[in-house]
């Protein structure tokens, strides 16, 4: 695959991780610029010999270049503690994203096929209508389905 199909490809991994950072005080669509420049990079330096997906290495370059973006933006405001300096208050704000493979455990293990394709599709920034209609079910019923998946893994992390 080249590096034009890996970035049409991943592009909504970077959608993903930019809603994580949406509190950072930082403009959404320079987020989402940021991030693409960050699969790019990815697709550049990745490595299949190194035993890892693809997806994987490249939401590490993602979070890495965004956790960078936020920390910059902070010092040239003077909002940056000494504690965030060190990286542990940004790191500990971002946590939850490293719960990632945990989730998707999850999802396979504790979820049938149909809960698994709403959540994803909500989870890629579906609405719920639009969910509705590709899966021709009730938005009521895609919003129940996404409250069960959140019940699971939030029981189960």
């Keep these: 695959?080249?590096?034009?199909?890996?970035?049409?490809?991943?592009?909504?991994?970077?959608?993903?991780?930019?809603?994580g950072f949406k509190n950072s005080g930082i403009n959404e669509q320079d987020l989402f610029q940021e991030g693409l420049i960050?699969?790019?990079?990815?697709?550049?330096?990745?490595?299949?010999?190194?035993?890892?997906?693809f997806e994987t290495y490249a939401s590490r370059v993602i979070k890495n270049r965004l956790i960078d973006l936020v920390r910059?933006?902070?010092?040239?405001?003077?909002?940056?503690?000494?504690?965030?300096?060190?990286?542990?208050?940004i790191e500990d704000q971002w946590g939850i994203i490293e719960k990632s493979a945990v989730i998707k455990q999850i999802l396979d293990k504790g979820c049938t096929q149909i809960?698994?394709?709403i959540f994803n599709s909500y989870a890629r920034g579906m609405s719920y209508d639009e969910i509705s209609?590709?899966?021709?079910?009730?938005?009521?019923?895609?919003d129940n389905t996404i409250q069960k998946v959140r019940n699971k893994i939030r029981g189960s992390i």
């Excluded at 990079?41 to 990745?46: E, I, V």
């Excluded at 209609?133 to 895609?142: E, H, L, M, P, T």
């Design 72 to 89: 910059r933006e902070k010092e040239s405001t003077g909002m940056l503690s000494d504690q965030a300096t060190t990286g542990a208050t």
């Design 38 to 53: 960050a699969l790019f990079k990815a697709t550049q330096t990745f490595d299949p010999g190194e035993k890892v997906k």
């Design 115 to 117: 809960e698994k394709a």
């Design 1 to 19: 695959m080249n590096e034009l199909e890996l970035l049409e490809k991943h592009k909504n991994l970077v959608k993903i991780i930019v809603r």
């Design 133 to 142: 209609k590709i899966f021709d079910i009730s938005k009521k019923k895609v």
